[in-house]
């Protein structure tokens, strides 16, 4: 079952947050608290034709139907082998082996947002092991740029680099910035350099699944708008409703 989540922005006239997540009940948000604040400060500071930007971008990317063609509940999680920051491979379906596998992707780490939200996953990621599940994020940085942010923010779970995108376009994730967007990235955050120059003009959607061990998913959350994330207790509550099955 789909369910449609709407954000409001304040000075954004345009609902641009269109996400669809699996039918569990409403849990309060502390990361989305977090991350509301990280907007409302952007939005506070920047200037009215950057927010004009990112409010065509965002509507644009809602108006696309991306979400709606992304993987969600009952899709087969297809299998895939990444490399860790140290080269080493990693393979979805040896993690499954093991017990339901919680998949996020985040933009990199020079993505304020993704970092409010992987240090909030750190903080339950011994939760979610409780629960007998492996935590695994994946993100379109090379293996250097993901060793600097694992080594920086202390992420104690599987961060894998999806270079040039290549699993998030199986997930039906990957969608392409407008140009003042690429460009503004690329000049602000070096995408380039960190991503490699097939992949920075493109990012994934803000998306995470619990994929039960055969593969199947069990959980979704993609929303077209980044400052919004799947929160760790809606994760808990599909991993404990697994775990009562």
């Not at 641009?16 to 409302?40: E, H, S």
């Not at 087969?76 to 996020?104: H, I, Y």
């Not at 990621?125 to 942010?149: C, H, I, Q």
């Amino acid at each position: 079952m789909l369910s449609t989540n709407h954000s409001s922005l304040l000075s954004f006239p345009l609902l641009l947050a269109v996400a669809f997540t699996t039918a569990l009940p409403a849990v309060a948000g502390d990361l989305q608290d977090k991350l509301d604040a990280r907007r409302d400060a952007f939005l506070e500071k920047a200037s009215p034709d950057l927010i004009q930007s990112q409010e065509k971008a965002l509507a644009d990317l809602q108006q696309s139907g991306l979400t709606d063609q992304a993987l969600n509940v009952g899709d087969k999680a297809p299998d895939f082998t990444l490399g860790d920051p140290d080269g080493k491979p990693v393979r979805l379906s040896d993690l499954l082996e093991d017990g339901p596998v919680v998949l996020t992707w985040y933009r990199g780490g020079w993505c304020p947002y993704c970092n409010i939200t992987l240090a909030s996953l750190t903080r339950h990621n011994d939760d979610f092991r409780k629960l007998g599940a492996t935590l695994v994020a994946l993100t379109p940085e090379l293996p250097d740029t993901n060793s600097s942010t694992v080594k920086e923010q202390g992420l104690p779970f599987e961060v894998l680099s999806d270079i040039n995108h290549k699993v998030a376009d199986q997930y039906g994730l990957v969608f392409k910035l407008n140009n003042d967007t690429a460009e503004r990235y690329r000049k602000k955050f070096g995408l380039v350099e960190r991503s490699g120059a097939k992949a920075a003009d493109r990012l994934p959607l803000a998306a995470t699944y619990v994929i039960r061990p055969n593969g199947v998913i069990s959980y979704a959350f993609v929303d077209a708008d980044y400052r919004r994330r799947a929160e760790p207790e809606e994760i808990i509550t599909a991993l404990k409703k697994l775990q009562a099955e």
